[in-house]
């Protein structure tokens, strides 16, 4: 496959480039883009510049609303609700993570619900931006289209709905974990597909709810939860947090991500943000207990942080650039010539 490398400023300013062809707002098309290529940058290529042509086919649609703003309202003290209309999720969760760091001071603890929403990409980055800038101990869910089956199911009803959590850490980036809820990405079981590869059991079954080895038939099927029937109630629990609190699609009901089909996927995001002293302990021995327990674990050989992957992938990009397919850049330079198919 042909590459070709970008520095960090260029990959952003061509996504912001072809999501503005395409129908986006220019603030709303900046901070998805940034999003996108923060994403790259951490080498999440599938949340990355990847994801540009099909949210630029879902603009050009009106699937995703390109002149969305995200309208705030305020529920409770320590609340913030936000409606996306239909818009990029990234300006909508822009909105309210600005909320939670300016809330959390007096607060303690906030709670943003975002509704009417689209794909959140790689949540981690949000829960890191809260760590770093607001000092906060912040947890993320998402729901998205269906994938998941309940265990005795072949039928997918929920989300891959992933989870992200980060702290802050002294003299260092925030610790960051960030994970779906299946065992592997749908994007790895297409690949299989494609080149015809049987995939390992354990990551799908098919459509009556049966383990399976074929790409094909799993495709057909649903992806399978991390830890059994244990990570299936996980799955479902980030469904209620998300669907159910804030009144948004569940996964059977929401349209897919990928592609210009149907109307707006309108899925929900949770992000909970913790002040450290507000709790049981102030400031500084919450520090030094993050210090202790995280230092515990470096202390045993071979092991690392999670996050500390992306971080070094992340600082080896910035210096170098970020590594894209030939084809892909191809396409989001016609986009931002504004003579794409979308
Ligand atoms: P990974 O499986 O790559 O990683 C899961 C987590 O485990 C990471 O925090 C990772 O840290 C950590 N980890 C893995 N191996 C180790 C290890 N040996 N030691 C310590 N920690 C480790 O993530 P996923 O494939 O599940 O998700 C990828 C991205 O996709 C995420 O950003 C997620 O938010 C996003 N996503 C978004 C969806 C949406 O609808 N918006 C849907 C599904 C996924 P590290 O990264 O440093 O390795």
């Known amino acids: 496959m042909s590459t070709e490398m970008l520095p ?5 300013a ?17 901070q998805t883009a940034s999003a996108l290529a923060r ?13 540009v042509p099909a949210y630029a086919a879902q603009l050009r649609a009106g699937k995703v609303k390109g002149d969305a703003v995200p309208a705030v309202t305020r529920p409770a003290d320590a609340t913030v609700a936000v409606d ?24 303690g603890v906030v709670a943003v619900g975002v509704r009417n929403s689209h794909h959140a990409g790689a949540l981690g980055l949000f829960v890191e931006d809260l760590a770093r800038d607001a000092g906060a101990f912040a947890i993320a869910f998402t729901n998205s289209p269906a994938g998941i089956a309940p265990p005795g199911s072949g039928t997918p009803l929920f989300g891959t709905n992933p989870v992200a959590f980060a702290c802050p850490m002294a003299g260092r980036d925030p610790l960051v ?11 790895r079981i297409m690949i299989a597909a494609q080149k015809g590869e049987p995939i390992p059991e354990g990551w799908a ?24 029937a244990k990570g299936a109630a996980l799955v479902l629990m980030v469904e209620l947090l998300t669907a159910a609190l804030t009144a948004s699609h569940a996964g059977f009901e929401a349209s897919s991500f990928f592609d210009d089909a149907g109307g707006p996927p309108r899925i929900g995001h949770l992000f909970l943000a913790i002040r450290p002293g507000a709790v049981a302990a102030d400031t500084d021995v919450v520090a030094a207990r993050v210090a202790a327990i995280t230092g515990r674990m470096l202390a045993e050989p071979g092991v ?16 170098e ?9 191809a396409q989001l330079r016609t986009l931002a010539a504004g003579s794409g198919p979308g």
């Open 177 to 187: 974990i960030d994970l779906s809820l299946s065992v592997v990405a749908r994007g």
């Open 321 to 329: 650039g970020i590594v894209y397919p030939t084809a892909l850049l």
């Open 39 to 51: 994403a790259d940058l951490d080498g999440i290529a599938s949340h990355g510049l990847s994801r």
């Open 304 to 319: 690392r942080l999670p996050g500390d992957r992306r971080l070094a992938l992340r600082a080896r990009n910035r210096a």
């Open 205 to 228: 079954t098919d459509d009556r709810g049966n383990p399976t080895t074929d790409a094909k038939a799993a495709l057909a099927g649903a992806m399978l939860p991390i830890g059994g």
């Open 84 to 107: 996306a209309a239909d818009g990029l999720a990234y300006p909508a969760i822009a909105t309210g993570i600005a909320w939670a760091a300016s809330l959390l001071g007096r607060a």
């Open 14 to 30: 061509l996504a912001a480039a072809a999501l503005r062809a395409s129908g986006a707002r220019a603030e709303a098309a900046e």
């Open 8 to 12: 960090f400023d260029a990959a952003e």
